[in-house]
């Protein structure tokens, strides 16, 4: 006699996936039920206190002037635009503290491990020391260098013809923008994909015919040269505004405040002393075999380090390499105590005007949250990449 067949809802929740997804959706629900919850009692809480919520005040002027910016902005901007130039000035830095303190951490790491002992020692030094001392100290160290130490703007050092550097900030020649140097900008992004294309290109000529064409230095020329390939297309524009003293003042030209540059040094030495440990630890990582292999092969020190031991040690350096650059992004928040105008500085200056904490601390998080998110997704997929495929 045929069994009756079970109700497809008992069978699924007898399964394990079953019961997992019962799990996770009651979890889920507990959690929008306590944040609900949450909300509305602070909700309640400030309306009983008399205190304005919600993020309307961020279309209302916002009556502060920020001392540097990327874009056009004056006291009667909104305070979205505000916070905006405070985003814009958090990724500026950071990008330019993950690019500098890579190519110095692994300099730095590369030579802890040369045979010259002089070399040896100075970058161990720099490690120890960098390593063991707050970087909050060291961001107030460099600051007073470059504001008490440096001489004054009417006169400053001078590096080369047109470049000037004392208690204003460095001051230097910067275009002046045409559609020249617009095509130029875009020919930036076109030329790394034409590099990274070449070079998949070339591994995959290596695999298959056992011939290995060039790769760096053709990846080289054309992230290179397709922004001067956009230059010249169009017209090839020379004019640059070029700073000058003049007698109070350096003047002319682009400028990078004492602010800014003693948050970018202090943020890229100090992470570049981790970085130089994680690049130190993936090459040692590597088997000795693979080095004696080398040398057998008659390749050099140099050629054994870049072609051998540093593609194989990626796998290691890659996933705390991203930690790094998660900490480089989040500790520029301390640059509100030198006072350069980053997202939390402009958040500070929000809240003593309006009070409305809460909504810029949820700004701020949401800023942070979004640009480590997006870190650590790009180096996932690079570290995916770089990944040994077991055969």
Not at 99 to 122: C, D, E, H, M, S
Not at 283 to 307: C, D, F, M, W
Request: glycine residues 10%; charged residues 10%; contains cysteine.
């Amino acid at each position: 006699m045929p069994q009756p067949a079970r109700a497809p809802v008992r069978h699924f929740l007898r399964t394990r996936h079953g019961r997992a997804f019962v799990y996770q959706a009651l979890a889920l629900g507990a959690l929008v039920a306590a944040g609900w919850l949450l909300w509305h009692n602070t909700a309640d809480n400030l309306a009983a206190r008399q205190i304005r919520s919600g993020f309307g005040f961020l279309a209302q002027p916002s009556g502060f002037d920020i001392g540097e910016a990327l874009f056009a902005y004056s006291s009667r901007d909104s305070y979205l635009r505000a916070f905006a130039v405070g985003v814009a000035n958090t990724l500026r830095v950071a990008l330019a503290g993950i690019v500098l303190a890579t190519v110095l951490g692994t300099l730095i790491g590369i030579g802890r491990l040369a045979q010259n002992a002089l070399l040896r020692g100075l970058c161990t030094a720099y490690v120890e020391v960098l390593r063991n001392v707050p970087l909050i100290i060291q961001l107030f160290a460099w600051y007073l260098v470059l504001t008490e130490l440096l001489p004054a703007a009417t006169e400053p050092l001078r590096f080369g013809t047109h470049f000037f550097l004392s208690k204003s900030g460095l001051q230097f020649p910067f275009p002046e923008w045409s559609t020249g140097w617009t095509v130029a900008l875009a020919g930036v992004p076109i030329g790394i994909l034409a590099a990274i294309g070449y070079r998949h290109w070339a591994r995959q000529r290596r695999l298959r015919t056992g011939v290995a064409p060039p790769a760096v230095w053709p990846a080289l020329l054309l992230a290179l040269g397709m922004p001067v390939l956009g230059w010249l297309v169009g017209g090839a524009p020379t004019d640059f505004d070029v700073p000058a003293v003049g007698s109070f003042d350096v003047t002319g030209g682009a400028a990078a405040t004492p602010e800014f540059l003693s948050l970018l040094i202090g943020l890229t030495g100090f992470t570049a002393a981790y970085i130089a440990e994680n690049v130190r630890s993936g090459v040692l990582a590597v088997p000795g075999g693979q080095t004696e292999a080398a040398a057998a092969l008659g390749l050099s020190r140099g050629l054994t380090l870049r072609l051998v031991l540093l593609p194989q040690a990626l796998r290691v350096i890659v996933p705390p390499l991203t930690s790094q650059y998660l900490n480089l992004t989040k500790n520029s928040s301390l640059a509100v105590a030198i006072g350069y105008p980053d997202v939390v500085s402009i958040a500070n200056t929000t809240i003593n005007q309006n009070g409305q904490a809460l909504e810029c601390v949820l700004m701020i998080m949401t800023v942070y949250l979004a640009i480590n998110l997006m870190t650590a997704l790009l180096m996932g997929w690079y570290n995916r990449r770089v990944a040994i495929v077991e055969r």
